[in-house]
């Protein structure tokens, strides 16, 4: 029998099935805003609405986690200007949602590299996350600072260091131990994984917990989506046939 771990099947998932964990990298913002001819922060700006939105419906279809792609590890190579735009309008969306979060029942967690931030983030983010960590609603996950490559890179580090201090042998290491080291270990398996904007890459987002997952691409810009195209890709995940492998 497989051993379940977070990117692995659950045997109750089949068709018909609500996913969930969904994850949506949330791409588009710069194109909506060339569209209009605005400035790219414009489109950042109508983003963080789309995020707000989504979390509320995915509240209300009941989802049990969501992943938001918010700023990957490669972000950094953007220019200052926009690097420092984005990270001004996280920090808003974290200070002006949080009440809501909390009364809503959301609990917010941040993967990725976050530490790395400036300092004042890393602690609005330390607050937030301690202040809904009872929260069992929703758990909503904003990658910050996020690569999944080096996310494996940190849960090797860790799992290493337990095999040098003799607190494990090495051929203790297996999928359930690598789970349990990634930054997404409190959450259920990756069942949905979205990308707007038409881009079909993964952009080193969630590549081991992928390993299952269902995938939905769509042309919508970030800033365009809205609970319907939420409604539509979850009716669109309703109607997969996950086999993980088996007939
Ligand atoms: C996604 O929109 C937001 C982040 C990556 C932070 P983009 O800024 O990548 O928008 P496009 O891809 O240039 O349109
Ligand atoms: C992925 O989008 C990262 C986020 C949505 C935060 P990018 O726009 O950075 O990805 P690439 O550069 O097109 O692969
Ligand atoms: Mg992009």
Redesign the pocket.
Known sequence: MARATASSPRPEAGQGAAPRHVAI????N?RWAKKRLLPRVAGHRQGVEAARRIVRAAGDLGIEALTL????S??WR?PQEEVSDLMGLLRLFILSDIDEFANAGVRLRVIGDYKALAPDLVSLIDGAMERTAGNRAMTLAI?LN?GAQFEMVRAVRAIADRVQTGEIAPAAIDEQMIDTHLDTQDLPPLDLLI?T?G?K?L???LLWQAAYAELHFVDTL?PDFDKQCLVDALAHFGQRERRFGGL
């Open positions: 990298i949330m791409d588009g710069g792609y918010a700023f990957s490669e972000n953007r990658a996020y990308r904007s881009e890459r952009s080193n987002f970030w």
